[in-house]
T-cell receptor, first 117, second 111 residues
Framework: GAVVSQHPSRVICKSGTSVKIECRSLDFQATTMFWYRQFPKQSLMLMATSNEGSKATYEQGVEKDKFLINHASLTLSTLTVTSAHPEDSSFYIC?????????????FGPGTRLTVL | QKEVEQNSGPLSVPEGAIASLNCTYSDRGSQSFFWYRQYSGKSPELIMFIYSNGDKEDGRFTAQLNKASQYVSLLIRDSQPSDSATYLCAVKFGTASKLTFGTGTRLQVTL
C-alpha cells in the first residue's frame, strides 16, 4: 500500500515554456500533498504544502506565481513550472499524506527530473 | 529556527556489521520522527517512524528515540552492500504537517 506516482518521470523543455507535473496517490486518499525540489548533492527542499480544495502554502522564497499548485482531488495534485528557465532544472518530488497530522506519514513519489535548455 | 542535523559522512562499514546513524533536532516539542533511505538519483523511501521514547525494531532496522537528549538514531544490523545509500532523518515539529529534513548521512557498506 501507500503508493504515490508521478508523471512524467523525466522532461526536457525549452526555456520559457511551462511544464506540468502530476502526482497521484494510487491506493489511498491524500488530504495533504507536498512538493519538494532537490538539486544535485543537496538535501530536499520543501516548496509548498497543498490541501485538497484549498490554496497551497508556499515556503519562504518560493514564487507562487511561478510554481502553480493545484490539488483538485484527494488523489491528484499538479505542479506547473511556468516560464521555465535553466535554473529551474532540478529533481521535483511530491509526497502524499492521509491527514497531514503530526503523526501522519508522508509517502514519496518517484520524482520528476526537469531539464530546461 | 527548527533544525535537524546529521553527519554527512560517508560512514563506511564492512558487510555484516552494524551501521549506526545519528540525528539531532532542535525543538524539544517535536512529536514525530522518520527515517528515509534515498538511493542516488531516486526519491526517498520510508524505512520507519518512531513517536515514543525507546527502541522500535523492524527487521534489520532499529530506530532509537531519546527526547530528553533530542536525538534519534537508526541501527542497521547485518549491513549489506544494498544498504549503501543516503539516510535522511526527518522531524515534524510540534503539530506541523510538514517534515524538516536533515542533510542526510551517506552510508557505504563495503565487501
Amino acid at each position: 500500500g501507500a503508493v504515490v506516482s508521478q508523471h512524467p518521470s523525466r522532461v526536457i523543455c525549452k526555456s520559457g515554456t511551462s511544464v506540468k507535473i502530476e502526482c497521484r496517490s494510487l491506493d489511498f486518499q491524500a488530504t495533504t500533498m507536498f512538493w519538494y525540489r532537490q538539486f544535485p548533492k543537496q538535501s530536499l527542499m520543501l516548496m509548498a504544502t497543498s490541501n485538497e480544495g484549498s490554496k497551497a502554502t508556499y515556503e519562504q522564497g518560493v514564487e507562487k506565481d511561478k510554481f502553480l499548485i493545484n490539488h483538485a482531488s484527494l488523489t491528484l495534485s499538479t505542479l506547473t513550472v511556468t516560464s521555465a528557465h535553466p535554473e529551474d532544472s532540478s529533481f521535483y518530488i511530491c509526497s502524499a499524506a492521509t491527514s497531514g497530522g503530526s503523526t501522519d506519514t508522508q509517502y514519496f513519489g518517484p520524482g520528476t527530473r526537469l531539464t530546461v535548455l | 529556527q527548527k533544525e535537524v542535523e546529521q553527519n554527512s559522512g560517508p560512514l563506511s562499514v564492512p558487510e555484516g556489521a552494524i551501521a549506526s546513524l545519528n540525528c539531532t533536532y532542535s525543538d524539544r516539542g517535536s512529536q514525530s520522527f522518520f527515517w528515509y533511505r534515498q538511493y542516488s538519483g531516486k526519491s526517498p523511501e520510508l524505512i520507519m517512524f518512531i513517536y515514543s521514547n525507546g527502541d522500535k525494531e523492524d527487521g534489520r532496522f532499529t530506530a532509537q528515540l531519546n527526547k530528553a537528549s533530542q536525538y534519534v538514531s537508526l541501527l542497521i544490523r547485518d549491513s549489506q552492500p544494498s544498504d549503501s545509500a543516503t539516510y535522511l532523518c526527518a522531524v515534524k515539529f510540534g503539530t506541523a504537517s510538514k517534515l524538516t529534513f536533515g542533510t542526510g548521512t551517506r552510508l557505504q557498506v563495503t565487501l
